[in-house]
């Protein structure tokens, strides 16, 4: 007996929730250790981020800045959340840290992650700094 097509279809989504999730961990470990390897092969080539002064960068502008090394002493990210949607898909959290000059922060982000060439890529990212009211 076969599982329906239905089923198959939740399973699947399930399994691109599951593989995105661990993809937005990866992100920000990479981002923490300044891992351009890895942001090399997970980035799209049209890839944009939108910075939380709200200029605009591009991939290679990305890259360059990601180099550097980021110096926090904590960096935790808090209420991910995954939305699924065919080969397009969302992921959104929220960061709270502390810099190595002993600043603090929150921000959120918003990743759209796309299904390209077999397999998923950002195509886009935004910061979104949380000012205290």
């Known amino acids: 007996m076969s599982a329906s097509p239905q089923l198959m279809t939740v399973h699947a989504a399930r399994g691109a929730e599951n593989k995105l999730y661990r993809l937005n961990a990866d992100y920000v470990a990479a ?71 002993g600043g603090r922060g929150e921000s959120r982000y918003t990743e759209v992650w796309i299904g390209r060439e077999g397999r998923w890529q950002t195509l886009l990212a935004q910061i979104t700094p949380v000012v205290p009211a």
């Open 31 to 101: 981002f923490l250790a300044s891992d351009i390897d890895w942001f090399e092969r997970h980035l799209a080539s049209d890839f944009r981020c939108i910075l939380a002064d709200g200029g605009v960068i591009d991939r290679a502008a990305f890259l360059s800045d990601t180099a550097r090394p980021v110096a926090m002493k904590s960096f935790d990210v808090e209420d991910v959340n995954v939305q699924v949607e065919g080969e397009v898909a969302i992921v959104q959290a929220r960061t709270v840290y502390e810099r190595a000059d």
